[in-house]
């Protein structure tokens, strides 16, 4: 069975780390490139961050730059994203994707992380 997971996520206040993880099961999870995704309420979905398939090359938006960093350890199907210095403006779920090259692409569904005082 194919699946996806993310957890970690919580409430947090302004400027508390928070590390979120996911989880994959069911298929080549090595070989894929995998990336966060948030959606705010109200908002549609946005791109995160991104990680090669190797964990050799990582990409960033604009918005979490310097502040968010994206991990992973290919024996243990994990992916984290280690968030630094949150605003209430990171609040969001936040989803882990996985593609390969042929387009074969899975979504979990989602953690939800606040960040409020």
């Known amino acids: 069975q194919v699946q996806l997971v993310e957890s970690g996520g919580g409430l947090v206040q302004p400027g508390e780390s928070l590390r979120l993880s996911c989880t994959a099961s069911?298929?080549?999870?090595?070989?894929?490139?995998v990336s966060w995704y948030r959606q705010a309420p109200g908002k549609e979905r946005e791109y995160v961050a991104r990680?090669?398939?190797?964990?050799?090359?990582?990409h960033y938006a604009d918005s979490v730059k310097g502040r968010f960093t994206i991990s992973r350890d290919n024996t243990e199907n994990m992916v984290y994203l280690q968030m630094n210095s949150p605003t209430p403006d990171d609040t969001a779920v936040y989803y882990c994707?996985?593609?390969?090259?042929?387009?074969?692409?899975?979504w979990g569904k989602g953690t939800l992380v606040t960040v409020s005082a």
């Open positions: 994707n996985a593609l390969n090259k042929y387009g074969s692409e899975y």
């Open positions: 069911g298929f080549m999870f090595s070989t894929m490139t």
């Open positions: 990680i090669s398939y190797a964990g050799r090359t990582t």
